[in-house]
C-alpha cells in the first residue's frame, strides 16, 4: 500500500494512467457500454460508480490545456430521457481539480464509440446511470517554478 492514493484506484489503473502520454484519452464507462468489445486495454472497477472513480482520477490527471474541451460526453440520443443529472457531478469534479478546463464536448453515440476503440484505455464500471459514459484527455505536468 501506498499513502494518499485512494484504493479505488488498482494498481492496473495505476499504471496505464502513468503510461498515457499527453494527447492518449481514456475512457470512464458506464455498466451498459460496450467496454470489452471496444478497449484497446481494459479495466474492470465493476463494483464503483463513474463519480467516484472520476473523483479519484482526477487526483493526479492533467487535463490536455492545448484543446478546447478535453472532456467528453456521449450526447442523448433523440427521443430518450432528457439531460442525466450525473453529468451535473462530473462537472463539479472536474472544476474543482481543473477549473480552467470545465468545458464538455457532447458527442454522437456512434462517433463517441469509434473514438472510444483509439482510446488509450476504458475503465468498465459497475454505473447504473445512463450516459454515464466520459472520456478524458491527457495533459501535461508541467513543471513547477
Not at 464503483?48 to 492533467?62: Q, S, T, Y
Not at 478535453?70 to 472536474?94: C, F, H, K, S
Request: aromatic content about 8%; glycine content about 6%; proline content about 7%.
Amino acid at each position: 500500500m501506498l499513502k494518499g492514493i485512494p484504493p479505488i484506484l488498482s494498481p492496473d489503473l495505476l499504471k496505464i494512467l502513468m503510461e498515457m502520454g499527453h494527447g492518449d484519452e481514456i475512457i470512464i464507462a458506464d455498466g451498459n457500454f460496450p467496454s470489452a468489445a471496444l478497449a484497446q486495454r481494459l479495466v474492470r472497477l465493476d463494483g464503483h460508480g463513474v463519480p467516484e472513480i472520476l473523483d479519484a482520477v482526477m487526483k493526479f490527471f492533467p487535463l490536455d490545456s492545448y484543446t478546447d474541451k478535453p472532456v467528453a460526453l456521449m450526447q442523448v440520443v433523440e427521443g430518450d430521457l432528457a439531460a442525466p443529472t450525473i453529468w451535473n457531478d462530473y462537472r463539479n469534479i472536474i472544476c474543482n481539480y481543473e477549473p480552467d478546463r470545465c468545458s464538455i464536448e457532447f458527442m454522437e453515440r456512434f462517433c463517441f464509440y469509434e473514438r472510444a476503440k483509439k482510446a488509450y484505455a476504458v475503465i468498465a464500471t459497475g454505473e447504473t446511470a445512463i450516459y454515464a459514459n466520459i472520456i478524458l484527455k491527457k495533459g501535461v505536468v508541467k513543471p513547477e517554478v
